[in-house]
């Protein structure tokens, strides 16, 4: 016996090493082809493809493009402005009544469903908690619950195929940067440094989440760029703190912010700022993607 366990020692070893090389190979992978996330030229991490489309990170409510739901900006304590900003899309706002809706100069109607604005593009309205017309109250309640959902949908996203999640791009500073699709946790601040562009390479199906568990600062006249198709509602940044975008700085995708979100002098957004606290807007501009 002694003899024959010998004798399987070398047959072992190579089975062993086979089946290494197997799961080893299949780490990252996917139904829709895996491979290797490069980040920035010298860096790559492991990665992996995310599930394809917008659909990817449900936004129910928040972001239906119904004629009664639907949000550019949907927030829970208030959404201010100082004039003149510029929303195509819905404003939403709950449970905070429509003392929340500062610097607006809201203009009624006479069944108090909504409001409308000089600073928000017809046919987009403004709605709040305490709006008596309609179901206005009800839907703005769903859209809440809704943007909720949304924001623990992404911080648990991870790769199609149960591939690893990607590292942080730049370890949290993405100046410079050329980002394929995935899935980026990120446990620091992300900081767009100053005098830098962001490039999310990409087809019109490819998604990226950034899973952020600190803030995100984006530096006065920087831009985050799309290309090769990428769409701005298929990316997602899923904030814990605080979202500043600075001075005429370009952004791009959905924002899911647990706390506030702040648009400097002249920021533009093509995407979405949906905050379970506040948003304030400086003759900003927000575009809700279609």
Known sequence: MNRFGSSMKPLNTLVMALLAAAVVAGCGGGGDGGGVAVVAPGQTTAGGPVCTGAACVPLGTAGSLGAASGYAILAKDGVSTVPSSVVTGNVGLSPTARIGLTGWSLITEPTDTSFTSAQVVAPGKLFAADNVGGTTSADLTTAVGSMQTAYTDAAGKALAGGGLLTACPGAGSFGGLTITAGVYTCTVTVLIPSSTIVTLNGSATDVWVFQISQGLTQSAATQVN????????????QVAGVVDIGTTAVMQGVILAQTAINLQTGATVNG??????AVTLDAATVTAPQ
Not at 227 to 234: D, Q, R, V, Y
Not at 272 to 277: D, G, I, Y
């Open 272 to 277: 979405r700022l949906l905050a379970q606290s």
């Open 226 to 237: 799309l290309t090769g198709g990428a769409l701005p509602k298929n990316v997602f940044w």
